[in-house]
């Protein structure tokens, strides 16, 4: 066996995150109030679950965002799943390493539809000024190390027409990629899932510099001036990029202004 097929047949042999598998642990249910709670609930109750199992639900009633939001879907139309993680040697302090992975991911995911998305601090998806998705992660811990994380993912796939308040700034997988015919949601599920998880594998293990680099370089709408809120005031600035931490660096006033979750949003 020649060195390029003895590598390929290794690759083959150490991927345990293949479209069979995730299919195997993707459980597909009508309706739930919340993928990520469903899942936290078999956590506790099954043990031990596998890595890679997934949650779908075709509608999902009370889903959230980041920052307490929610998530608003319609039925039967749009992507809403949690999968489970159990991050290797991962310390608490380095929380946004996963977050990073995991938007990174889901923009590897998408561009396998030739869909260029960004990802709008910290970890909402949009294509060009419009969004198609997000996630939220929650992670249960043990000592100072994160045990377990269940990454809730939300993508708008075949929605065509959305609510007036945010029809401005909302899109989808269809209305991108001009399809002719919808796709089909739980096909699309396993797909998406099985590029996230092989880009985790990937890139799991690489310095965090190198993920924190690729993270900022498809930041949405950096180096570009923009209205913020901060502390009730619109201000100027212009996004610089995110530390290992995941504050944001805001360039206002002439200087750099560091910024937690909850202290500025973008006026959009």
């Known amino acids: 066996m020649n060195n390029i097929y003895a590598f390929k047949y290794s690759l083959l042999q150490n991927n345990t995150f293949s479209r069979l598998s995730l299919r195997q642990n993707l459980i597909v249910l009508d309706e739930l109030s919340s993928t990520n709670d469903y899942l936290k609930e078999l956590l506790s109750n099954i043990k031990p679950l596998t890595e890679g199992t997934a949650i779908m639900a075709r509608y999902q009633t009370k889903g959230r965002g980041q920052r307490g939001s929610t998530w608003l879907t319609t039925k039967d139309e749009n992507l809403t799943f949690s999968f489970l993680l159990y991050p290797d040697n991962l310390a608490v302090e380095e929380t946004f390493r996963l977050n990073m992975l995991i938007c990174l991911g889901i923009q590897e995911a998408l561009a396998q539809y030739h869909i260029k998305a960004t990802v709008k601090w910290p970890n909402d998806i949009y294509v060009q000024d419009k969004k198609i998705g997000g996630l939220l992660i929650e992670n249960k811990l043990k000592g100072g190390l994160i045990r377990s994380s ?49 880009y985790y594998q990937k890139h799991t293990a690489q310095d965090t510099a190198e993920i924190l680099s690729a993270y900022n370089n498809g930041l949405y709408r950096k180096g570009i001036a923009a209205k913020f809120l901060v502390q009730g005031q619109e201000q100027i600035g212009c996004i610089a990029g995110a530390n290992a931490q995941g504050k944001l660096a805001v360039y206002m006033g002439e200087q750099f202004v560091h910024f937690d979750l909850k202290e500025i949003s973008f006026i959009i």
Do not use: R, W, Y
């Not at 929605?159 to 015919?181: C, M, N, R, V, Y």
């Open 150 to 198: 269940i990454i809730g993912i939300g993508l708008n796939v075949n929605q065509q027409s959305f609510p007036a308040a945010i029809a401005h700034k909302a899109t989808s997988l269809l209305l991108e990629t001009q399809a002719e015919t919808p796709f089909l949601i739980e096909e699309f599920c396993v797909n998406i899932l099985h590029d996230i998880m092989l």
